[in-house]
Each structure stands twice: as C-alpha cells, then as structure tokens.
C-alpha cells in the first residue's frame, strides 16, 4: 500500500472513530437527558414534573374537571397505601389538597418512594403539583402510619376533552437502596 | 512478500490477509448458524405438542434468547462481513483491506466473545433469559447473574463489528482502482458501503443502551428504573434506535448479493443500477427513524404512533422498487437456473411475502393485535431466513468455485435448495395463522387451537435443520473435490473477481487493474 | 413463440381471475378454520379487522402481478427455450412510475388506519374504571370506586400441563377469577405492573397494551355481545409468561350488578372469615386447592419442588409456625422469585395453604393455622 493512500486511510479511521464515540455518547449522555425533557415538557409518557410555583389564577368555574386517585404497591411493597379520595371533581385554576394514608404494617423503620403517573397523557402537562410526598423520600417507623398531602392545580388550558384525570401513585420500597448507598460511604 | 501463506494455525491465527479472514468469518458464522440452529430445534421440539414435554419454562426462555442472540449477531453478521472481506477487495481491484491487523483482530475476538455467551448455559442461574431484545426490568432487575458475561459479550461482539465496518469504508472509499467511481462499484460494494455506516452509526447506541443496563444493575443508576425516576420505556427507545438499523444491517448485504447474482444468470445487465443505489441509500435513512414501530403497544401518544406509522409504511416504497428492478433484470433475459439462481430467486419472492406482512405491521390499529405474536414471529423469519440466510447461501454458492477452485455439484446443490425451500416453509408459513389467531410470542406451551400448525411447523424446523447438514456436506466436498472450475465459472459474468483465476491467488491486485 | 406467449398471458389471466373469484369464498372458509384474525365483539375490533383485511389483499393484488410477472419470465424467457437476452438495463419513466403508484396506494391505506387509531385512542367519557395489574405471574383487577379487587390465576392444572390429565377445551386460557364487566358500557382499563413488563391482550375486544411498572397506560372497550372472551399476557416477563391469562365474561348489566354485589359482600364477608376459627380439614381442603394454584408452579404438585425448593421435608415447613409465616407472608429475603404473599392473598388462604404445606407430602406436623393468628402475624411485625 502506498503511503498516501494510508495516510488517506488513517485519517478516514480518525473520523469514523470520532463518530463511533460520538453516537456511544449520544446514546448514554444525551439520548436520555433529551427522553426525560421532551417527556417533561410533553407530558407524554405521563410525568408530571416538578414542585410549581403557583402564580394567582382565575378559576375557571365553567367547567369541572373530575380527578381520579389511585394507588399501587410495587413488588412485595407491604405498605397499606390508599387515597384519602377516590376522585374529586375540581374546577381549572383551582388549587386543591387531597391526601394518601400510609402505613407501614412491619416492626422495622422503612423508607418508600412514590412515583406518579398521570393518564391520559395529554393533560399531564397541564397538571401542577404545588405540593406532593413523591417529591421526597418517605420513611415510616415500624407500625407508623401517615397522611400524606398533595396539593395541586389543573391548569385552565387543559384541553377541552379532557374530563376526566386519573393520577396513580406506585408505592417502592428503597430501604435496600439507601442503605447500600450510606455503606458506600 | 509475495511468498504464499504461513503453514499451520499460526497462518490463521496471525493473518492479515483478507481472503484468510474472510474464510474464518464463513466458518465461524456457519458453526453458529449450526448452534443457533440446535436452539431452534429444542424450540421446536418443545411446541411440537401441547404440554410441557422436554424443558421447563425457565430454559425454553434461555433458549428462545440464546437463538436470537446468536443467529442475529454470530450466524448473520459475520457471514456478510466474511463475504465483505472475501470480495469487496476483489471487486475494487484493490489488494486487501484498508487496515488488516485491525481485521485480523475484529475476527479472533468473536469466538472469544460467543465462548463466554455460550458458556452462560451452564452458570447459576443460566444463560441469558429475557429475550435477544433484553427489555429492562426484566433484564435488570430480574435477571440472572449470567447478564454481566451477556453485557461483555455484547460490547465485544459490537467492537469487532465496528472495527470491520470502519475498515470497511475505509477501503471502499480509499482503495478502488483508478477508473471505479462510486456509480462504477458492483452493487454488493455499495450496499456494504452504506451496511457499514449504518453499522458505525448504531453499534456504539447498543454499546450505550448495555452500557446503562450494566449501570443500572451494579452501580446504582436507575436509567431503566422507575423507583429512581427512570423509565422502562427509555431502554425500548434506545434499544430499537439500535435495533431497526440492525435489521436493515442484516438486510441489505443480501440486496447487494442477489444484484450480482440475477444478472449473471439472466444473462443481462441489472436493470436500473442507479435506482438501485438510491433506492438503498433511501431504506438505510428511513431507518433510522421508524424504530418505535417495535413499540405500537407500549403507550405512545398517537402523534408519535401516527409518525412511525407513516414512516413505517414509506420503506415499502423504495424496497419494492428494488424488488421491480430485480424482475424486470430477469425479464426477457435468457436464464439458467443453477443453484444460485435458486436461492436468489427464492429469495426475492420469499423476502417479497416477508416484506407484505411487514407492511401489514406498520398499520399501528391492526398492529395492537398483531404485537408479541407469532405473525411477527413469521415476518422477521420470512426476512431473514428466505432472506438473508438464502442470500448469504447463494453467494456460497456463486462465489465458492472462485474461492476453493473447485465446482460443486449441482444436483447436490439443487437439493439442498428444494429441502431447505420445502422445509423454511412447512416451518414459518403456519405461524402467520396462529399468531392471528392469537398464539402470543415466547411461550413453552400454547392452547389447543394452535397444535394442528405447530406440530407442521416442528416438522419443517427438522427438515430445514437437515438441509442445512447437506449444506455442510456440499461445502466440504466441493473444497476436497476435482471438478477444477475456470476463472470466470459462469457464464461471462460481471466483475473484476472474475477476471483472477479459480482459486483466486492469495494476493489478488497487488498492482490495480484498470477499469474502464 | 408468439402464439405460446399469448397462450401463457391467457392462462395467467384465467388463473388470477379465478384465484380472486375464489378468494372470497377462501376468505370464509379460512375464518371457519379460526385462522384468521378474530373480527372481535367491539366496534373496534371489527375496524382492525377490516384494516388487516383491506391490506392483506392489496398486497395480495401486488403479489399476483409481480409474482405473476416472475413465473412468467422464468417459464418463457429460458435459454433453454432458445430465448436471447436483451440489453435493456434502465427506464428513468418506469422506475417513477413504480415509486409514485405504490406510493398513493400507501396514501390510501393510510387514512382508515388514522381514523381507526385516532378512535382507539379517545378515552373519554368512560362509565367505569378497571385498574389492571400484571403480576409475575397473575393479574390484578381492581374495580375504583367499588371496593373490589381480586387476583385472577391460571386454573389449569399442572397434571395437565405436565400430560398426566387430558387437556380441556380451555387448556391454558381459563382462570379462576375472570374480568367481569358490563355490556354496552365504555370501560376503561387502567393499565400497570407490579415488577416486569406486561401486557394485556384480549383479541375479541381487540385491546392490547402494555403493562409497565410505576406507570400507569390506558385503553378502553364496548362490547356489544355478552360472552367470554380469552386472552394472554402478551410481553416476555419471565418464566411463566405462557401461564397467566386473561378471562373477560361481558354480562348484560342486570346480571353485572348482581355479580358486583356479591362480590362487594364476599369482600366484607371474608373480613369476617379473618375472626372465624376453621377446623383442620376445612384448612387443609382449602389450602391444597389454594397451593395447586398458586404455590405447584414453582414447588411442585407433590411438594418434590422445581424451580423452587422441595415442601415436603422442607425445614421451614416442619420447623416453626412463625418462621414458616414469614416465609410466606414477606417472602424470601434472599431470593426475590420467592415473592411476598401478604400482600397477595387472604388470611385465610395463608393460614390455609400454611396447613396444608405442614401437613401434606408426608411431613405430618399435625400442627394448624387459623387466619387471625396470621392477621396478628402480620401486625405484629
């Protein structure tokens, strides 16, 4: 092979190394971030977001928008966890608290994380959480029990459709987590 | 320099030559189409019946796993990289590959890799069970201890397909004879050419997405869990970026090998080459942005349904203008039907079928009932049994004399066609009715509506699976036979390697032809 | 040569033409056979229907040209048949032609499809919810808003399964807590898991979704006809993937609300079981029943284990009541396929299923457990 076509070919592999690295990456470094934005600002896959700021609203007392509240525990979660509310039908604007009862039945100190998801997707956007026990960990002593709030505000540009919200919670057990993230310390 | 090649198994052990490679690549990926084969069959063996007569649930799901993994990434790929590296060189007039150490070593670290993988069946836990599409949690959380060999397995095979592909552009761009421009290169080298970009383009996602998994399970991430704020869906998303490509990766090699072989055998020119050419280039972009359709169930808001629905539905276009070209190729030329002829026009009518129940998928509505059976079961194997398997077959067939020196014997040849033909079908055929009649993917055991196809189904997969052996056989006694072939074996076929002699010396080219 | 090329096109033409005219009939038969897809009970399942229908025979249509046009070639244009090849090798109007005419015949088979989808996807004004959970290896139903909830397991049994009992006519698709729901009612499924991906898979009601957990999906159905309608989980999630499925009975709303009832009232009922004391047979009969369903999967119809360990001889199930209890009520600290029941079951299917581990397979304890010791087990911890 001659020398300028190796030279030719080492720089070609340059390049195509760099796009390699690039798309390796895209994939573990952006591809996810971009996931969580666009599902944050969409609300399609069901995420509410973050804490909210409430600004001053009009209510919007021409229509009621009924939400639903449901609760699951996930894998052998043994909380009793339930909605205080089954649903509770509120006008856009408006800003509402409602509360979670949680227990937990077992003798030893134990730390959950609620996860929402909100349906259909659509309205998740359009869903303000002023205040809600997903945005920290919860931990309960053995047999203590809970009331746990959420505030919220459905926001006036909800879509028209849209009558009907369910937000579920999923109840994890991250005891195991967090105390195999403090012996790493 | 020009001395001929090494003696013993430090001449395959140390080579950089590109016919050396290409040779270990075939051998190797035909063991793992017999091992991958050998998984299907326990498959088969066990949906033979209703019931549960030969393996528990837990090692059918092994098995199910462990034949996607090595059909797609030990049998398939290497098989077209083997061809790459057999004739791209050839038929660019060009010496060998741009980088040939680099070559030798993205072959040897591919049996090292399907070791470990294989090894996997007999560790705690057993090998991988959660499907060769590893969806997260399933594959995280609730794998067994085999995943992290799995995972180190996956970056190896993913390294040594992208060293190859980076080598593959390499040459093809660099390395062509004066006179061969890109719209002068035989069809196989263009469509490897855009196979290897796609390559380069989506294994270092999958090395990304069994990167975030490995994270997940021993590092305390939670890219994939949703305790942590992660998301399942994530992986899928991630996954099938890399995925769809890959199937087109495994696609579109066969397209290039069936464009050299019809023209041979027609006797004519391949009818709009350059249509060709778009047409490829087209599919390899579309690719990239139809991969939810993998996911039509998964709950996408209907924007995004309605997208990868028509996105889906486009690919139809410029893959049936490849089919058009192929048939108008073939018509009012003057055939011979010799065994690569076979295979390849099997290959047309059958990816043909493959591609119309691939269409019927991408209508998202009737895909909810579709998703996760054995329709899907039917149309990914429609694609690449009669695919790519037949396309990779063919060009054993056509090239084989070229590279050993020696005819085989067509009626063993035309055998094996119709015993491999007769039995892909018997096999693959009956699941387009059971999966609409509802027998989902990746079960051990079914109801009783769905025995009568099933047990068909079973005897084609042993047919086919016997054909295969007769394929082994062909081989072996065509490279030990004496029915000494000519340099252009066929008749007046196109291309430069046909201009060496049969078998082709070991250093072809090393003053580049001149192409006119 | 001219005369045998129009002989050939003539053949052809009958060929197609009699192929189409016997295609409707073919239609019928092969639904017969129950292999098609189903045309379903709902409106939506009939729409999908229609769709999978109107493209299986578009491109059945492009079939017949192409491959048509392909036998044809390959019977005339032979060397053996003295043919000579042509030189033809490209046509920029043709290859427009073939791009733009499969391209408006994707048009056209794109706008049913977007009206079918646009309706399968308004969940609106639904007049009952059903959240349903996928478990490995079960679902869950949940009723919001009527306090009913309950498990639906695969009832067929492992003899069965494993060829020691013929095979009955629902082998693999009954459960032993169907979905009950009304007729000429919009239902709507809330839809999530409890570990791995699931999904949820009626075929007659055409209703396919994901189960995804600590997400919730939704879907809806109407359906028009009172029946029972068979269903898997439809998503690889581990071994036993091929054994939970799905059972829908739609009964006319009279007998719903009958059945609703009753179930309300078993609810409260088995509340009051928890305070009953049962005698050792009534907890021994239930508890094999309860075991056969939800414990022989992974730890054998004889207790000789499998995927599990062995009951019989087991130390856990011949040591202490109390270690045995938080076996099955926490279950396994070491390893999760052991998952918890408490949360699962009733009191008084552990302290069933507890009997009869510690009495059946020969180990003999001679020992019981009522439902409120598990009860007090349970809040005791």
């Not at chain 1, 599902?39 to 700021?53: A, D, I, M, P, W």
């Not at chain 2, 490679?21 to 075939?26: D, E, S």
């Amino acid at each position: 092979m001659n020398r300028s076509v190796e030279q030719s070919n080492r720089r070609l592999t340059f390049k195509l190394v760099g796009v390699v690295v690039g798309m390796f990456i895209f994939a573990v470094y952006v591809m996810p971030p971009m996931y969580d934005l666009f599902c944050e600002v969409t609300g399609l896959n069901g995420k509410t977001g973050g804490r909210y700021q409430a600004t001053e609203s009009i209510v919007d007392t021409s229509r009621q928008i009924t939400v639903q509240f449901v609760a699951t525990n996930n894998e052998s979660m043994p909380w009793s966890f339930k909605p205080q509310l089954q649903s509770i039908k509120v006008h856009p604007g408006e800003e509402v608290e409602v509360r979670y009862l949680a227990t937990n039945p077992t003798s030893s100190p134990m730390v959950a994380q609620a996860v929402p998801s909100l349906v259909p997707f659509k309205a998740a956007q359009y869903f303000h959480k002023t205040e809600c026990f997903c945005f920290n960990q919860q931990p309960l002593d053995g047999g203590e029990s809970a009331e746990l709030p959420l505030r919220f505000i459905v926001d006036q540009d909800v879509p028209k459709q849209v009558h009907t919200i369910t937000l579920s919670y999923t109840l994890f057990d991250i005891t195991d987590k967090l105390i195999l993230a403090s012996s790493d310390r | 320099m020009a001395h001929g090649p090494a003696k013993g198994f430090s001449r395959w052990l140390f080579t950089t030559n590109h016919k050396d490679i290409g040779t270990m690549y075939l051998w190797f990926s035909f063991a793992m189409f017999l091992m991958g084969g050998v998984f299907a069959l326990v498959i088969r063996a066990e949906l033979f019946e209703p019931g549960l007569q030969i393996v528990q649930p837990e090692f059918f799901n092994q098995m199910t796993t462990m034949h996607g993994l090595v059909m797609v990434f030990g049998a398939v790929m290497p098989a077209f990289v083997g061809l790459a590296n057999w004739l791209i060189p050839m038929m660019i007039g060009a010496p060998d590959m741009a980088l040939p150490r680099m070559n030798n070593w993205s072959f040897w670290i591919l049996p090292f890799a399907f070791a470990m993988l294989s090894s996997t069946l007999l560790m705690d836990g057993g090998a991988p069970n959660f499907g060769w599409t590893f969806y997260a949690p399933l594959s995280t959380t609730y794998a067994p201890p085999s995943v992290t060999f799995f995972i180190f397995a996956v970056h190896i095979m993913g390294a040594s397909s992208i060293m190859g592909a980076i080598n593959i552009i390499a040459t093809i761009l660099n390395m062509r004879a004066p006179g061969m421009t890109l719209m002068k290169m035989p069809l196989f080298v263009w469509t490897w050419l855009i196979t290897a970009y796609l390559l380069i383009a989506v294994m270092p996602v999958l090395a990304g997405v069994v990167t975030m998994m490995l994270m997940d399970i021993h590092f305390g991430t939670s890219f994939f869990d949703a305790a942590g704020g992660g998301d399942p869906v994530l992986f899928q998303h991630v996954f099938w970026f890399f995925g769809h490509p890959e199937v087109y990766i495994m696609i579109l090699p066969a397209f290039g090998v069936v464009s050299q072989i019809i023209p041979t055998f027609a006797r004519k020119p391949l009818f709009g080459y350059a249509s060709m050419v778009y047409a490829t280039s087209s599919i390899a972009f579309l690719s990239f942005i139809v991969w939810a359709h993998h996911m039509f169930t998964v709950g996408m808001p209907v924007a995004g349904e309605l997208f990868f629905m028509y996105a889906t539905m486009l690919i139809a276009v410029p893959t049936g203008v490849k089919v058009f070209n192929w048939v108008t190729t073939m018509f009012k030329g003057s055939m011979t039907f010799e065994t690569p002829m076979l295979f390849s026009i099997a290959f047309v009518i059958l990816f043909t079928i493959g591609g119309f129940s691939g269409l019927m998928l991408a209508i998202a509505p009737a895909d909810f009932q579709y998703h996760d059976t054995y329709f899907v079961v039917a149309h990914f194997h429609y694609v690449l049994v009669p695919g790519a398997i037949f396309s990779i077959i063919a060009a054993v067939y056509y090239w084989l004399p070229k590279w050993c020196g020696n005819m085989y014997d067509e009626t063993m040849g035309k055998t094996h066609f119709w015993l491999a033909f007769i039995g892909l079908n018997l096999t693959f055929f009956p699941m387009h009715f059971v999966g609409l009649a509802g027998m989902p993917r990746r079960i051990p055991d079914y109801a009783l509506q769905f025995a009568d196809f099933n047990m068909i189904a079973s005897v084609g997969a042993f047919m086919f699976g016997a054909a295969q052996i007769m394929f082994l056989y062909n081989v072996i006694a065509t490279i030990r036979g004496k029915h000494k072939a000519t340099a252009e074996v066929w008749d007046n076929p196109e291309g430069l390697e046909w201009t060496v002699a049969s078998p082709a010396p070991y250093h072809t080219f090393s003053t580049p032809p001149e192409v006119k | 040569m001219l005369i045998r090329t129009r002989q050939l096109l003539a053949c052809l033409l009958v060929l197609v033409t009699g192929l189409s005219a016997s295609a409707f009939t073919l239609a019928d038969e092969i639904e017969r056979w129950g292999l098609n897809m189903t045309q379903g009970v709902t409106s939506t399942s009939r729409d999908i229907y229609g769709l999978h229908m109107d493209i299986f025979w578009w491109c059945v249509g492009i079939g017949v040209v192409v491959f048509g046009v392909m036998f044809y070639t390959m019977i005339v244009h032979r060397k053996s048949q003295g043919a000579k090849a042509s030189n033809f090798h490209e046509s920029t109007t043709l290859e427009i032609i073939w791009t733009v005419v499969p391209f408006l015949i994707l048009i056209v088979m794109a706008i049913p499809a977007t009206n079918s989808l646009l309706k399968i996807y308004d969940t609106e004004e639904a007049e009952m919810d059903v959240l349903v959970t996928g478990y490995q290896w079960k679902w869950k139903y949940e009723y919001l808003g009527e306090e009913v909830s309950f498990f639906s397991n695969l009832s067929t049994s492992r003899d069965e399964i494993e060829g020691r009992a013929p095979k009955g006519p629902n082998y693999l698709l009954e459960v032993d807590e169907p979905l009950v729901i009304p007729i000429k009612k919009k239902v709507r499924f809330l839809i999530t898991a409890n570990d791995v991906i699931h999904a949820w898979w009626v075929p007659d009601l055409a209703v396919k979704k994901d189960a995804v957990p600590g997400y919730v999906n939704e879907s809806w159905t109407y359906i028009d006809e009172p029946g029972i309608y068979r269903g898997q989980c439809a998503e690889l999630c581990g071994k036993d993937h091929g054994f939970m499925p799905i059972v829908v009975e739609a009964l006319p709303q009279a007998e719903y609300d009958s059945w609703l009832l009753a179930k309300r009232e078993e609810a409260s009922k088995l509340k009051a079981l928890t305070e009953k004391t049962f005698s050792f047979d009534e907890l021994y009969a239930q508890g094999e029943q309860r075991y056969n369903t939800s414990c022989a999967a992974c730890h054998g119809s004889s207790g000789e284990g499998g995927v599990g360990p062995a009951i019989k001889g087991s130390t856990i199930a011949t040591g202490s009541v109390f270690g045995h209890l938080g076996m099955v009520v926490n279950g396994s600290a070491n390893n999760p396929m052991m998952a918890a029941y408490g949360p699962q079951l009733s009191e008084v299917d552990i302290a069933s299923v507890i009997t009869y581990q510690r009495n059946a397979f020969g180990n003999n304890m001679g020992d019981s457990v009522q439902p409120i010791d598990v009860l007090k087990f349970k809040q005791a911890q």
